[in-house]
């Protein structure tokens, strides 16, 4: 689903949104001085230049279960599909058979992916975690009202001579055993990229953005 961390600091200031109240952070980072690239680190703060969005408790129940089930739905309709005994239930030959299960199949998980953020905010409510990623560098974090509000996480890159703004994003293919996300900058592209931690801090580090190879190579 998501991936569990810790809430967004509590500032003085206060702003709010719909009926949600989300503290404004503002995006700083730490006094690197003579410290080696190694031994600095970021911190993703909430982005001021994005308000963020209040979504409604029901909304987020609705959409992320409509979405959860339409993916396990999509994924039975699929292994129904293998079974060709079954189309001799519904008198279909092969070919319209394995097209009708191509389109529902196509339809439920269009549904699914519709709904993937919604789906990764259910572990809010779910498990009670403090906030989780929702993708497109968006996380979610519960109001005191039990409402989601949504919002974006940067940091200031810390390469030398480098005014770029790291994002949050998927890690790549071939790092995710050890990584789910990873910060990478609008300036220094692949070559300026952090870890993220469960803190919300990220060290520069250099990852594997090749693509996998496939098994028949």
């Known amino acids: 689903m998501g991936r569990k961390q810790k809430a967004p600091a509590k500032a ?11 503290s404004q952070v503002t995006i700083n980072q730490s006094n690197f001085g003579g410290a080696s690239l190694g031994d600095r680190y970021i911190e993703y703060m909430v982005d001021e230049s994005k308000p963020p969005t209040a979504i409604r408790r029901r909304t987020v129940a609705a959409r992320g279960g409509l979405g959860l089930l339409s993916g396990l739905a999509a994924m039975a309709v699929s292994v129904l599909g293998l079974v060709s005994d079954i189309r001799s239930v519904f008198s279909l030959d092969a070919k319209s058979w394995f097209a009708g299960v191509g389109i529902a199949v196509l339809a439920l998980g269009v ?3 519709i709904n993937l953020k919604f789906i990764r905010m259910l572990p809010l409510f779910l498990w009670g975690s403090m906030e989780e990623y929702v993708g497109y560098g968006r996380f979610a974090s519960r109001t005191p009202e039990n409402d989601v509000v949504q919002y974006y996480r940067v940091a200031k890159c810390a390469y030398p001579r480098c005014n770029g703004i790291v994002r949050v994003e998927g890690a790549p293919p071939l790092e995710r055993s050890k990584h789910a996300l990873v910060g990478v900058c609008s300036v220094g592209g692949k070559l300026h990229t952090y870890t993220v931690d469960a803190n919300n801090i990220g060290y520069p580090r250099e990852f594997d953005w090749s693509e996998p190879e496939s098994k028949g190579e």
Request: aromatic fraction near 0%; glycine fraction near 14%.
């Open 111 to 113: 549904g699914a992916l």
């Open 12 to 22: 003085n200031n206060q702003t709010r949104v719909g009926h949600v109240s989300h």
